[in-house]
């Protein structure tokens, strides 16, 4: 099974932009979408309706043109679930998951945590709440794949510049704990798992200094898996010339 994860920073722009189709060019089972900034009404045909593909979206109920997630999947799923259960956490639109037979695939756009203590304190407990509402399903004996924007770079290996990023939003250490305790739990972060002593790997670049140009980024896209799949991974790619964002896609190949 292949599966694309992107934060697209708004599907509009980036279906505009001709980058959006090109996407289903890799050939994946599924594909899932974080910040998509649209309601399903909103987004083209074309992007909204892909030959071979059934297409479900999560959007924010509190703000237009704010936040959102999409999955689009080959596979016909068993089960659709919007957000984890939580009206603080779920009206964001930041949650969508398919359950596939014993697997779930879940797509999370997790909050930023800037603009002050209160939305990190959000960004916290949103951490908080999506661990309890993936450990439900561990126990349940459902095999878990999580993936999408989790606004944090783990380790000074997943950043250009952690000096320099230490006091700022994305790379408090209460925020890297949080990683630790899922790690702690079991879950494995796939690309560091294959690839654990590799520099320079970013997902996101901030376009506003041009960070891209230099590979001055962030690795703070992440796929991870419960325990239980850690002998059934073949590969996963950062797709980091794949333009249209402000982030890139990345790729997870497993077996089922």
């Not at 910040?35 to 593909?53: C, D, M, N, S, V």
């Not at 979206?57 to 089960?79: C, H, L, Q, R």
């Not at 879940?106 to 709440?129: C, H, S």
């Amino acid at each position: 099974m292949k599966i694309i994860s992107w934060n697209v920073n708004g599907l509009r722009a980036v279906y505009k932009k001709n980058q959006f189709l090109p996407l289903f060019q890799f050939n994946p089972d599924i594909v899932c979408l974080q910040e998509i900034k649209a309601e399903e009404a909103q987004i083209p045909e074309e992007a909204r309706l892909i030959p071979g593909y059934q297409s479900f979206f999560n959007s924010s109920k509190t703000k237009k043109g704010y936040s959102g997630v999409a999955i689009y999947t080959k596979i016909k799923p068993d089960k659709i679930e919007y957000g984890m259960g939580t009206t603080r956490f779920d009206d964001e639109g930041r949650m969508l998951s398919i359950y596939l037979d014993d697997y779930v695939i879940i797509t999370v756009y997790f909050p930023n945590g800037g603009a002050g203590p209160e939305r990190l304190q959000y960004k916290l407990d949103f951490y908080d709440g999506f661990l309890f509402f993936i450990e439900k399903l561990r126990k349940e004996g459902k095999k878990i794949i999580f993936c999408g924007d989790v606004n944090t770079a783990h380790q000074a290996i997943d950043l250009a510049r952690p000096k320099e990023n230490e006091k700022n939003t994305g790379f408090l250490p209460i925020e890297r704990a949080w990683i630790d305790q899922v790690i702690n739990h079991g879950y494995i972060d796939i690309f560091r798992q294959l690839n654990p002593e590799v520099v320079d790997a970013y997902t996101y670049w901030d376009r506003k200094t041009a960070a891209r140009d230099r590979n001055v980024g962030w690795r703070i896209d992440y796929f991870f898996i419960s325990p239980n799949l850690k002998d059934k991974i073949i590969e996963t790619k950062i797709l980091s010339d794949y333009e249209g964002s402000d982030h890139c896609p990345i790729i997870l190949e497993i077996a089922i």
